[in-house]
């Protein structure tokens, strides 16, 4: 088994978990539930957080939160895109909480001309690249699982300190660690690129000749179509400007279609979304190939009434679906998908040493190069998860597989026969 080495091409380039931010510090556990208030469904990566603090998490796939607070009462700020916000003061951790939002209502503007949503993205672009000094200091939960034919065959979990700005991560140092495998056809040695790379903006690429959605090219290269303005709680205030894109038919070598949602106010990405269906991707292994191989982005950033100009990176989330070909085994369907959450951020400079990230770069070797921590792992609340990542780990656990490669099986004795007994 060769690790597939993930290449590129560079193009601001170079799972779905339950996540939880607390402090170290933190005396009283809140759980609960976020819902939309009219259909009862549950809402994913919704926002929980403590006012004026930096304390906050999201929901997992579920709707389902866990928040640690040093104290009550605490006031808590719901929100999520579609949703208007809500403001909760929460006095008692006795019983889950159950939370709900109302959905915002969508309308199109009355502007609708055509260049529209042009303008919106063509402001976006420059308040990125007036934001792109701003600097944030904190910590992220980075997840990694690979599953081969549906079956979970790798997991990663690490915490990163993490230095961003407002539309990537600049730099990362790795603090803690695992990893666990199970025998299979391939496994990825760097898929942490994707996250610890992409950006909306790169103070320094050529935008005149760049590819990206947020970038002075977006009429040469794009299509843009205005969905609608989700209507926000404050009425004399524009709202957030949902619009699809997608890359020109012209543009034949690269691809790629999605959504971003943008404040019609003060331009800010609230949220992007892009998935690339014509990636180019390539593995190590010379008698494998990748087929189809589809990359999906999503990021989100922190969305709290404190922060208008500019807000850091609330989570990021980024999946590579393909086919693995080569010339002993049929085609077979393969996933891997990460999802960062980002927690702890704040304004304050640092004295860690922050790495730019690599195509060199090795995952499993900055893990192993670490001491690992069973007890850090089994009591820190920001790596709770769903039931469904509790059953890919738990599996792992089983097989004592975290910290190292699982080890592969004794070679058996050889077995002789003589005169009807077994030697």
């Known amino acids: 088994m060769r690790a597939t080495s993930i290449l590129t091409k560079p193009l601001q380039l170079a799972a779905w978990l339950f996540l939880f931010a607390t402090t170290a510090h933190a005396q009283v556990q809140l759980r609960g539930t976020v819902s939309d208030k009219e259909t009862n469904e549950k809402l994913a990566f919704a926002s929980v957080a403590v006012t004026g603090t930096t304390l906050g998490t999201t929901t997992n796939a579920d709707g389902e939160f866990i928040l640690n607070v040093p104290k009550l009462p605490v006031l808590l700020l719901v929100s999520e895109l579609g949703h208007l916000k809500d403001t909760v003061r929460v006095r008692s951790a006795a019983e889950p909480l159950r939370l709900t939002l109302a959905p915002a209502s969508v309308a199109l503007p009355e502007v609708k001309v055509g260049s529209y949503p042009f303008q919106l993205v063509d402001r976006a672009y420059r308040h990125l690249r007036s934001t792109h000094k701003r600097k944030y200091f904190g910590k992220a939960f980075y997840r990694q699982i690979t599953r081969i034919a549906n079956q979970p065959t790798e997991l990663q979990e690490v915490i990163w300190n993490v230095k961003s700005n407002p539309s990537r991560i600049e730099g990362t140092a790795i603090a803690q660690g695992r990893f666990a495998a199970l025998p ?121 009434d404190a922060i208008a100009a500019a807000a850091p990176l609330e989570y990021l989330k980024v999946s590579l679906n393909a086919t693995l070909v080569g010339p002993n085994n049929p085609a077979t369907p393969i996933e891997v998908s990460s999802f960062t959450f980002f927690y702890d951020t704040n ?77």
């Open 184 to 304: 299979s056809l391939t496994s990825f040695a760097n898929f942490s690129l994707y996250t610890r790379s992409f950006g909306l903006f790169d103070a320094n690429m050529d935008t005149t000749k760049s590819l990206a959605l947020l970038s002075p090219t977006v009429v040469q290269n794009y299509l843009l179509e205005l969905k609608g303005v989700l209507a926000g709680p404050d009425s004399t205030k524009g709202g957030i400007a949902e619009i699809d894109f997608q890359t020109r038919p012209e543009l034949t070598k690269y691809r790629a279609e999605g959504t971003v949602w943008i404040d019609v106010d003060t331009y800010r990405v609230v949220r992007y979304r892009m998935s690339s269906p014509n990636f180019t991707a390539t593995t190590a292994n010379p008698n494998q190939k990748f087929r189809n191989p589809k990359l999906e982005i999503e990021m989100n950033f922190q969305n709290t």
């Open 347 to 423: 304004t304050t400079p640092t004295t860690i040493s922050y790495a730019r990230v690599s195509v060199d770069d090795r995952d499993l070797t900055a893990i192993k190069a670490l001491t690992y921590d069973p007890s850090f792992w089994a009591s820190n609340p920001v790596v709770q998860r769903t039931p469904v990542e509790d059953e890919v780990i738990a599996s792992f656990e089983k097989k004592g597989a975290f910290g190292t490669m699982v080890k592969k099986a004794a070679p058996k004795p050889d077995v002789r026969i003589r005169n009807g007994r077994i030697e």
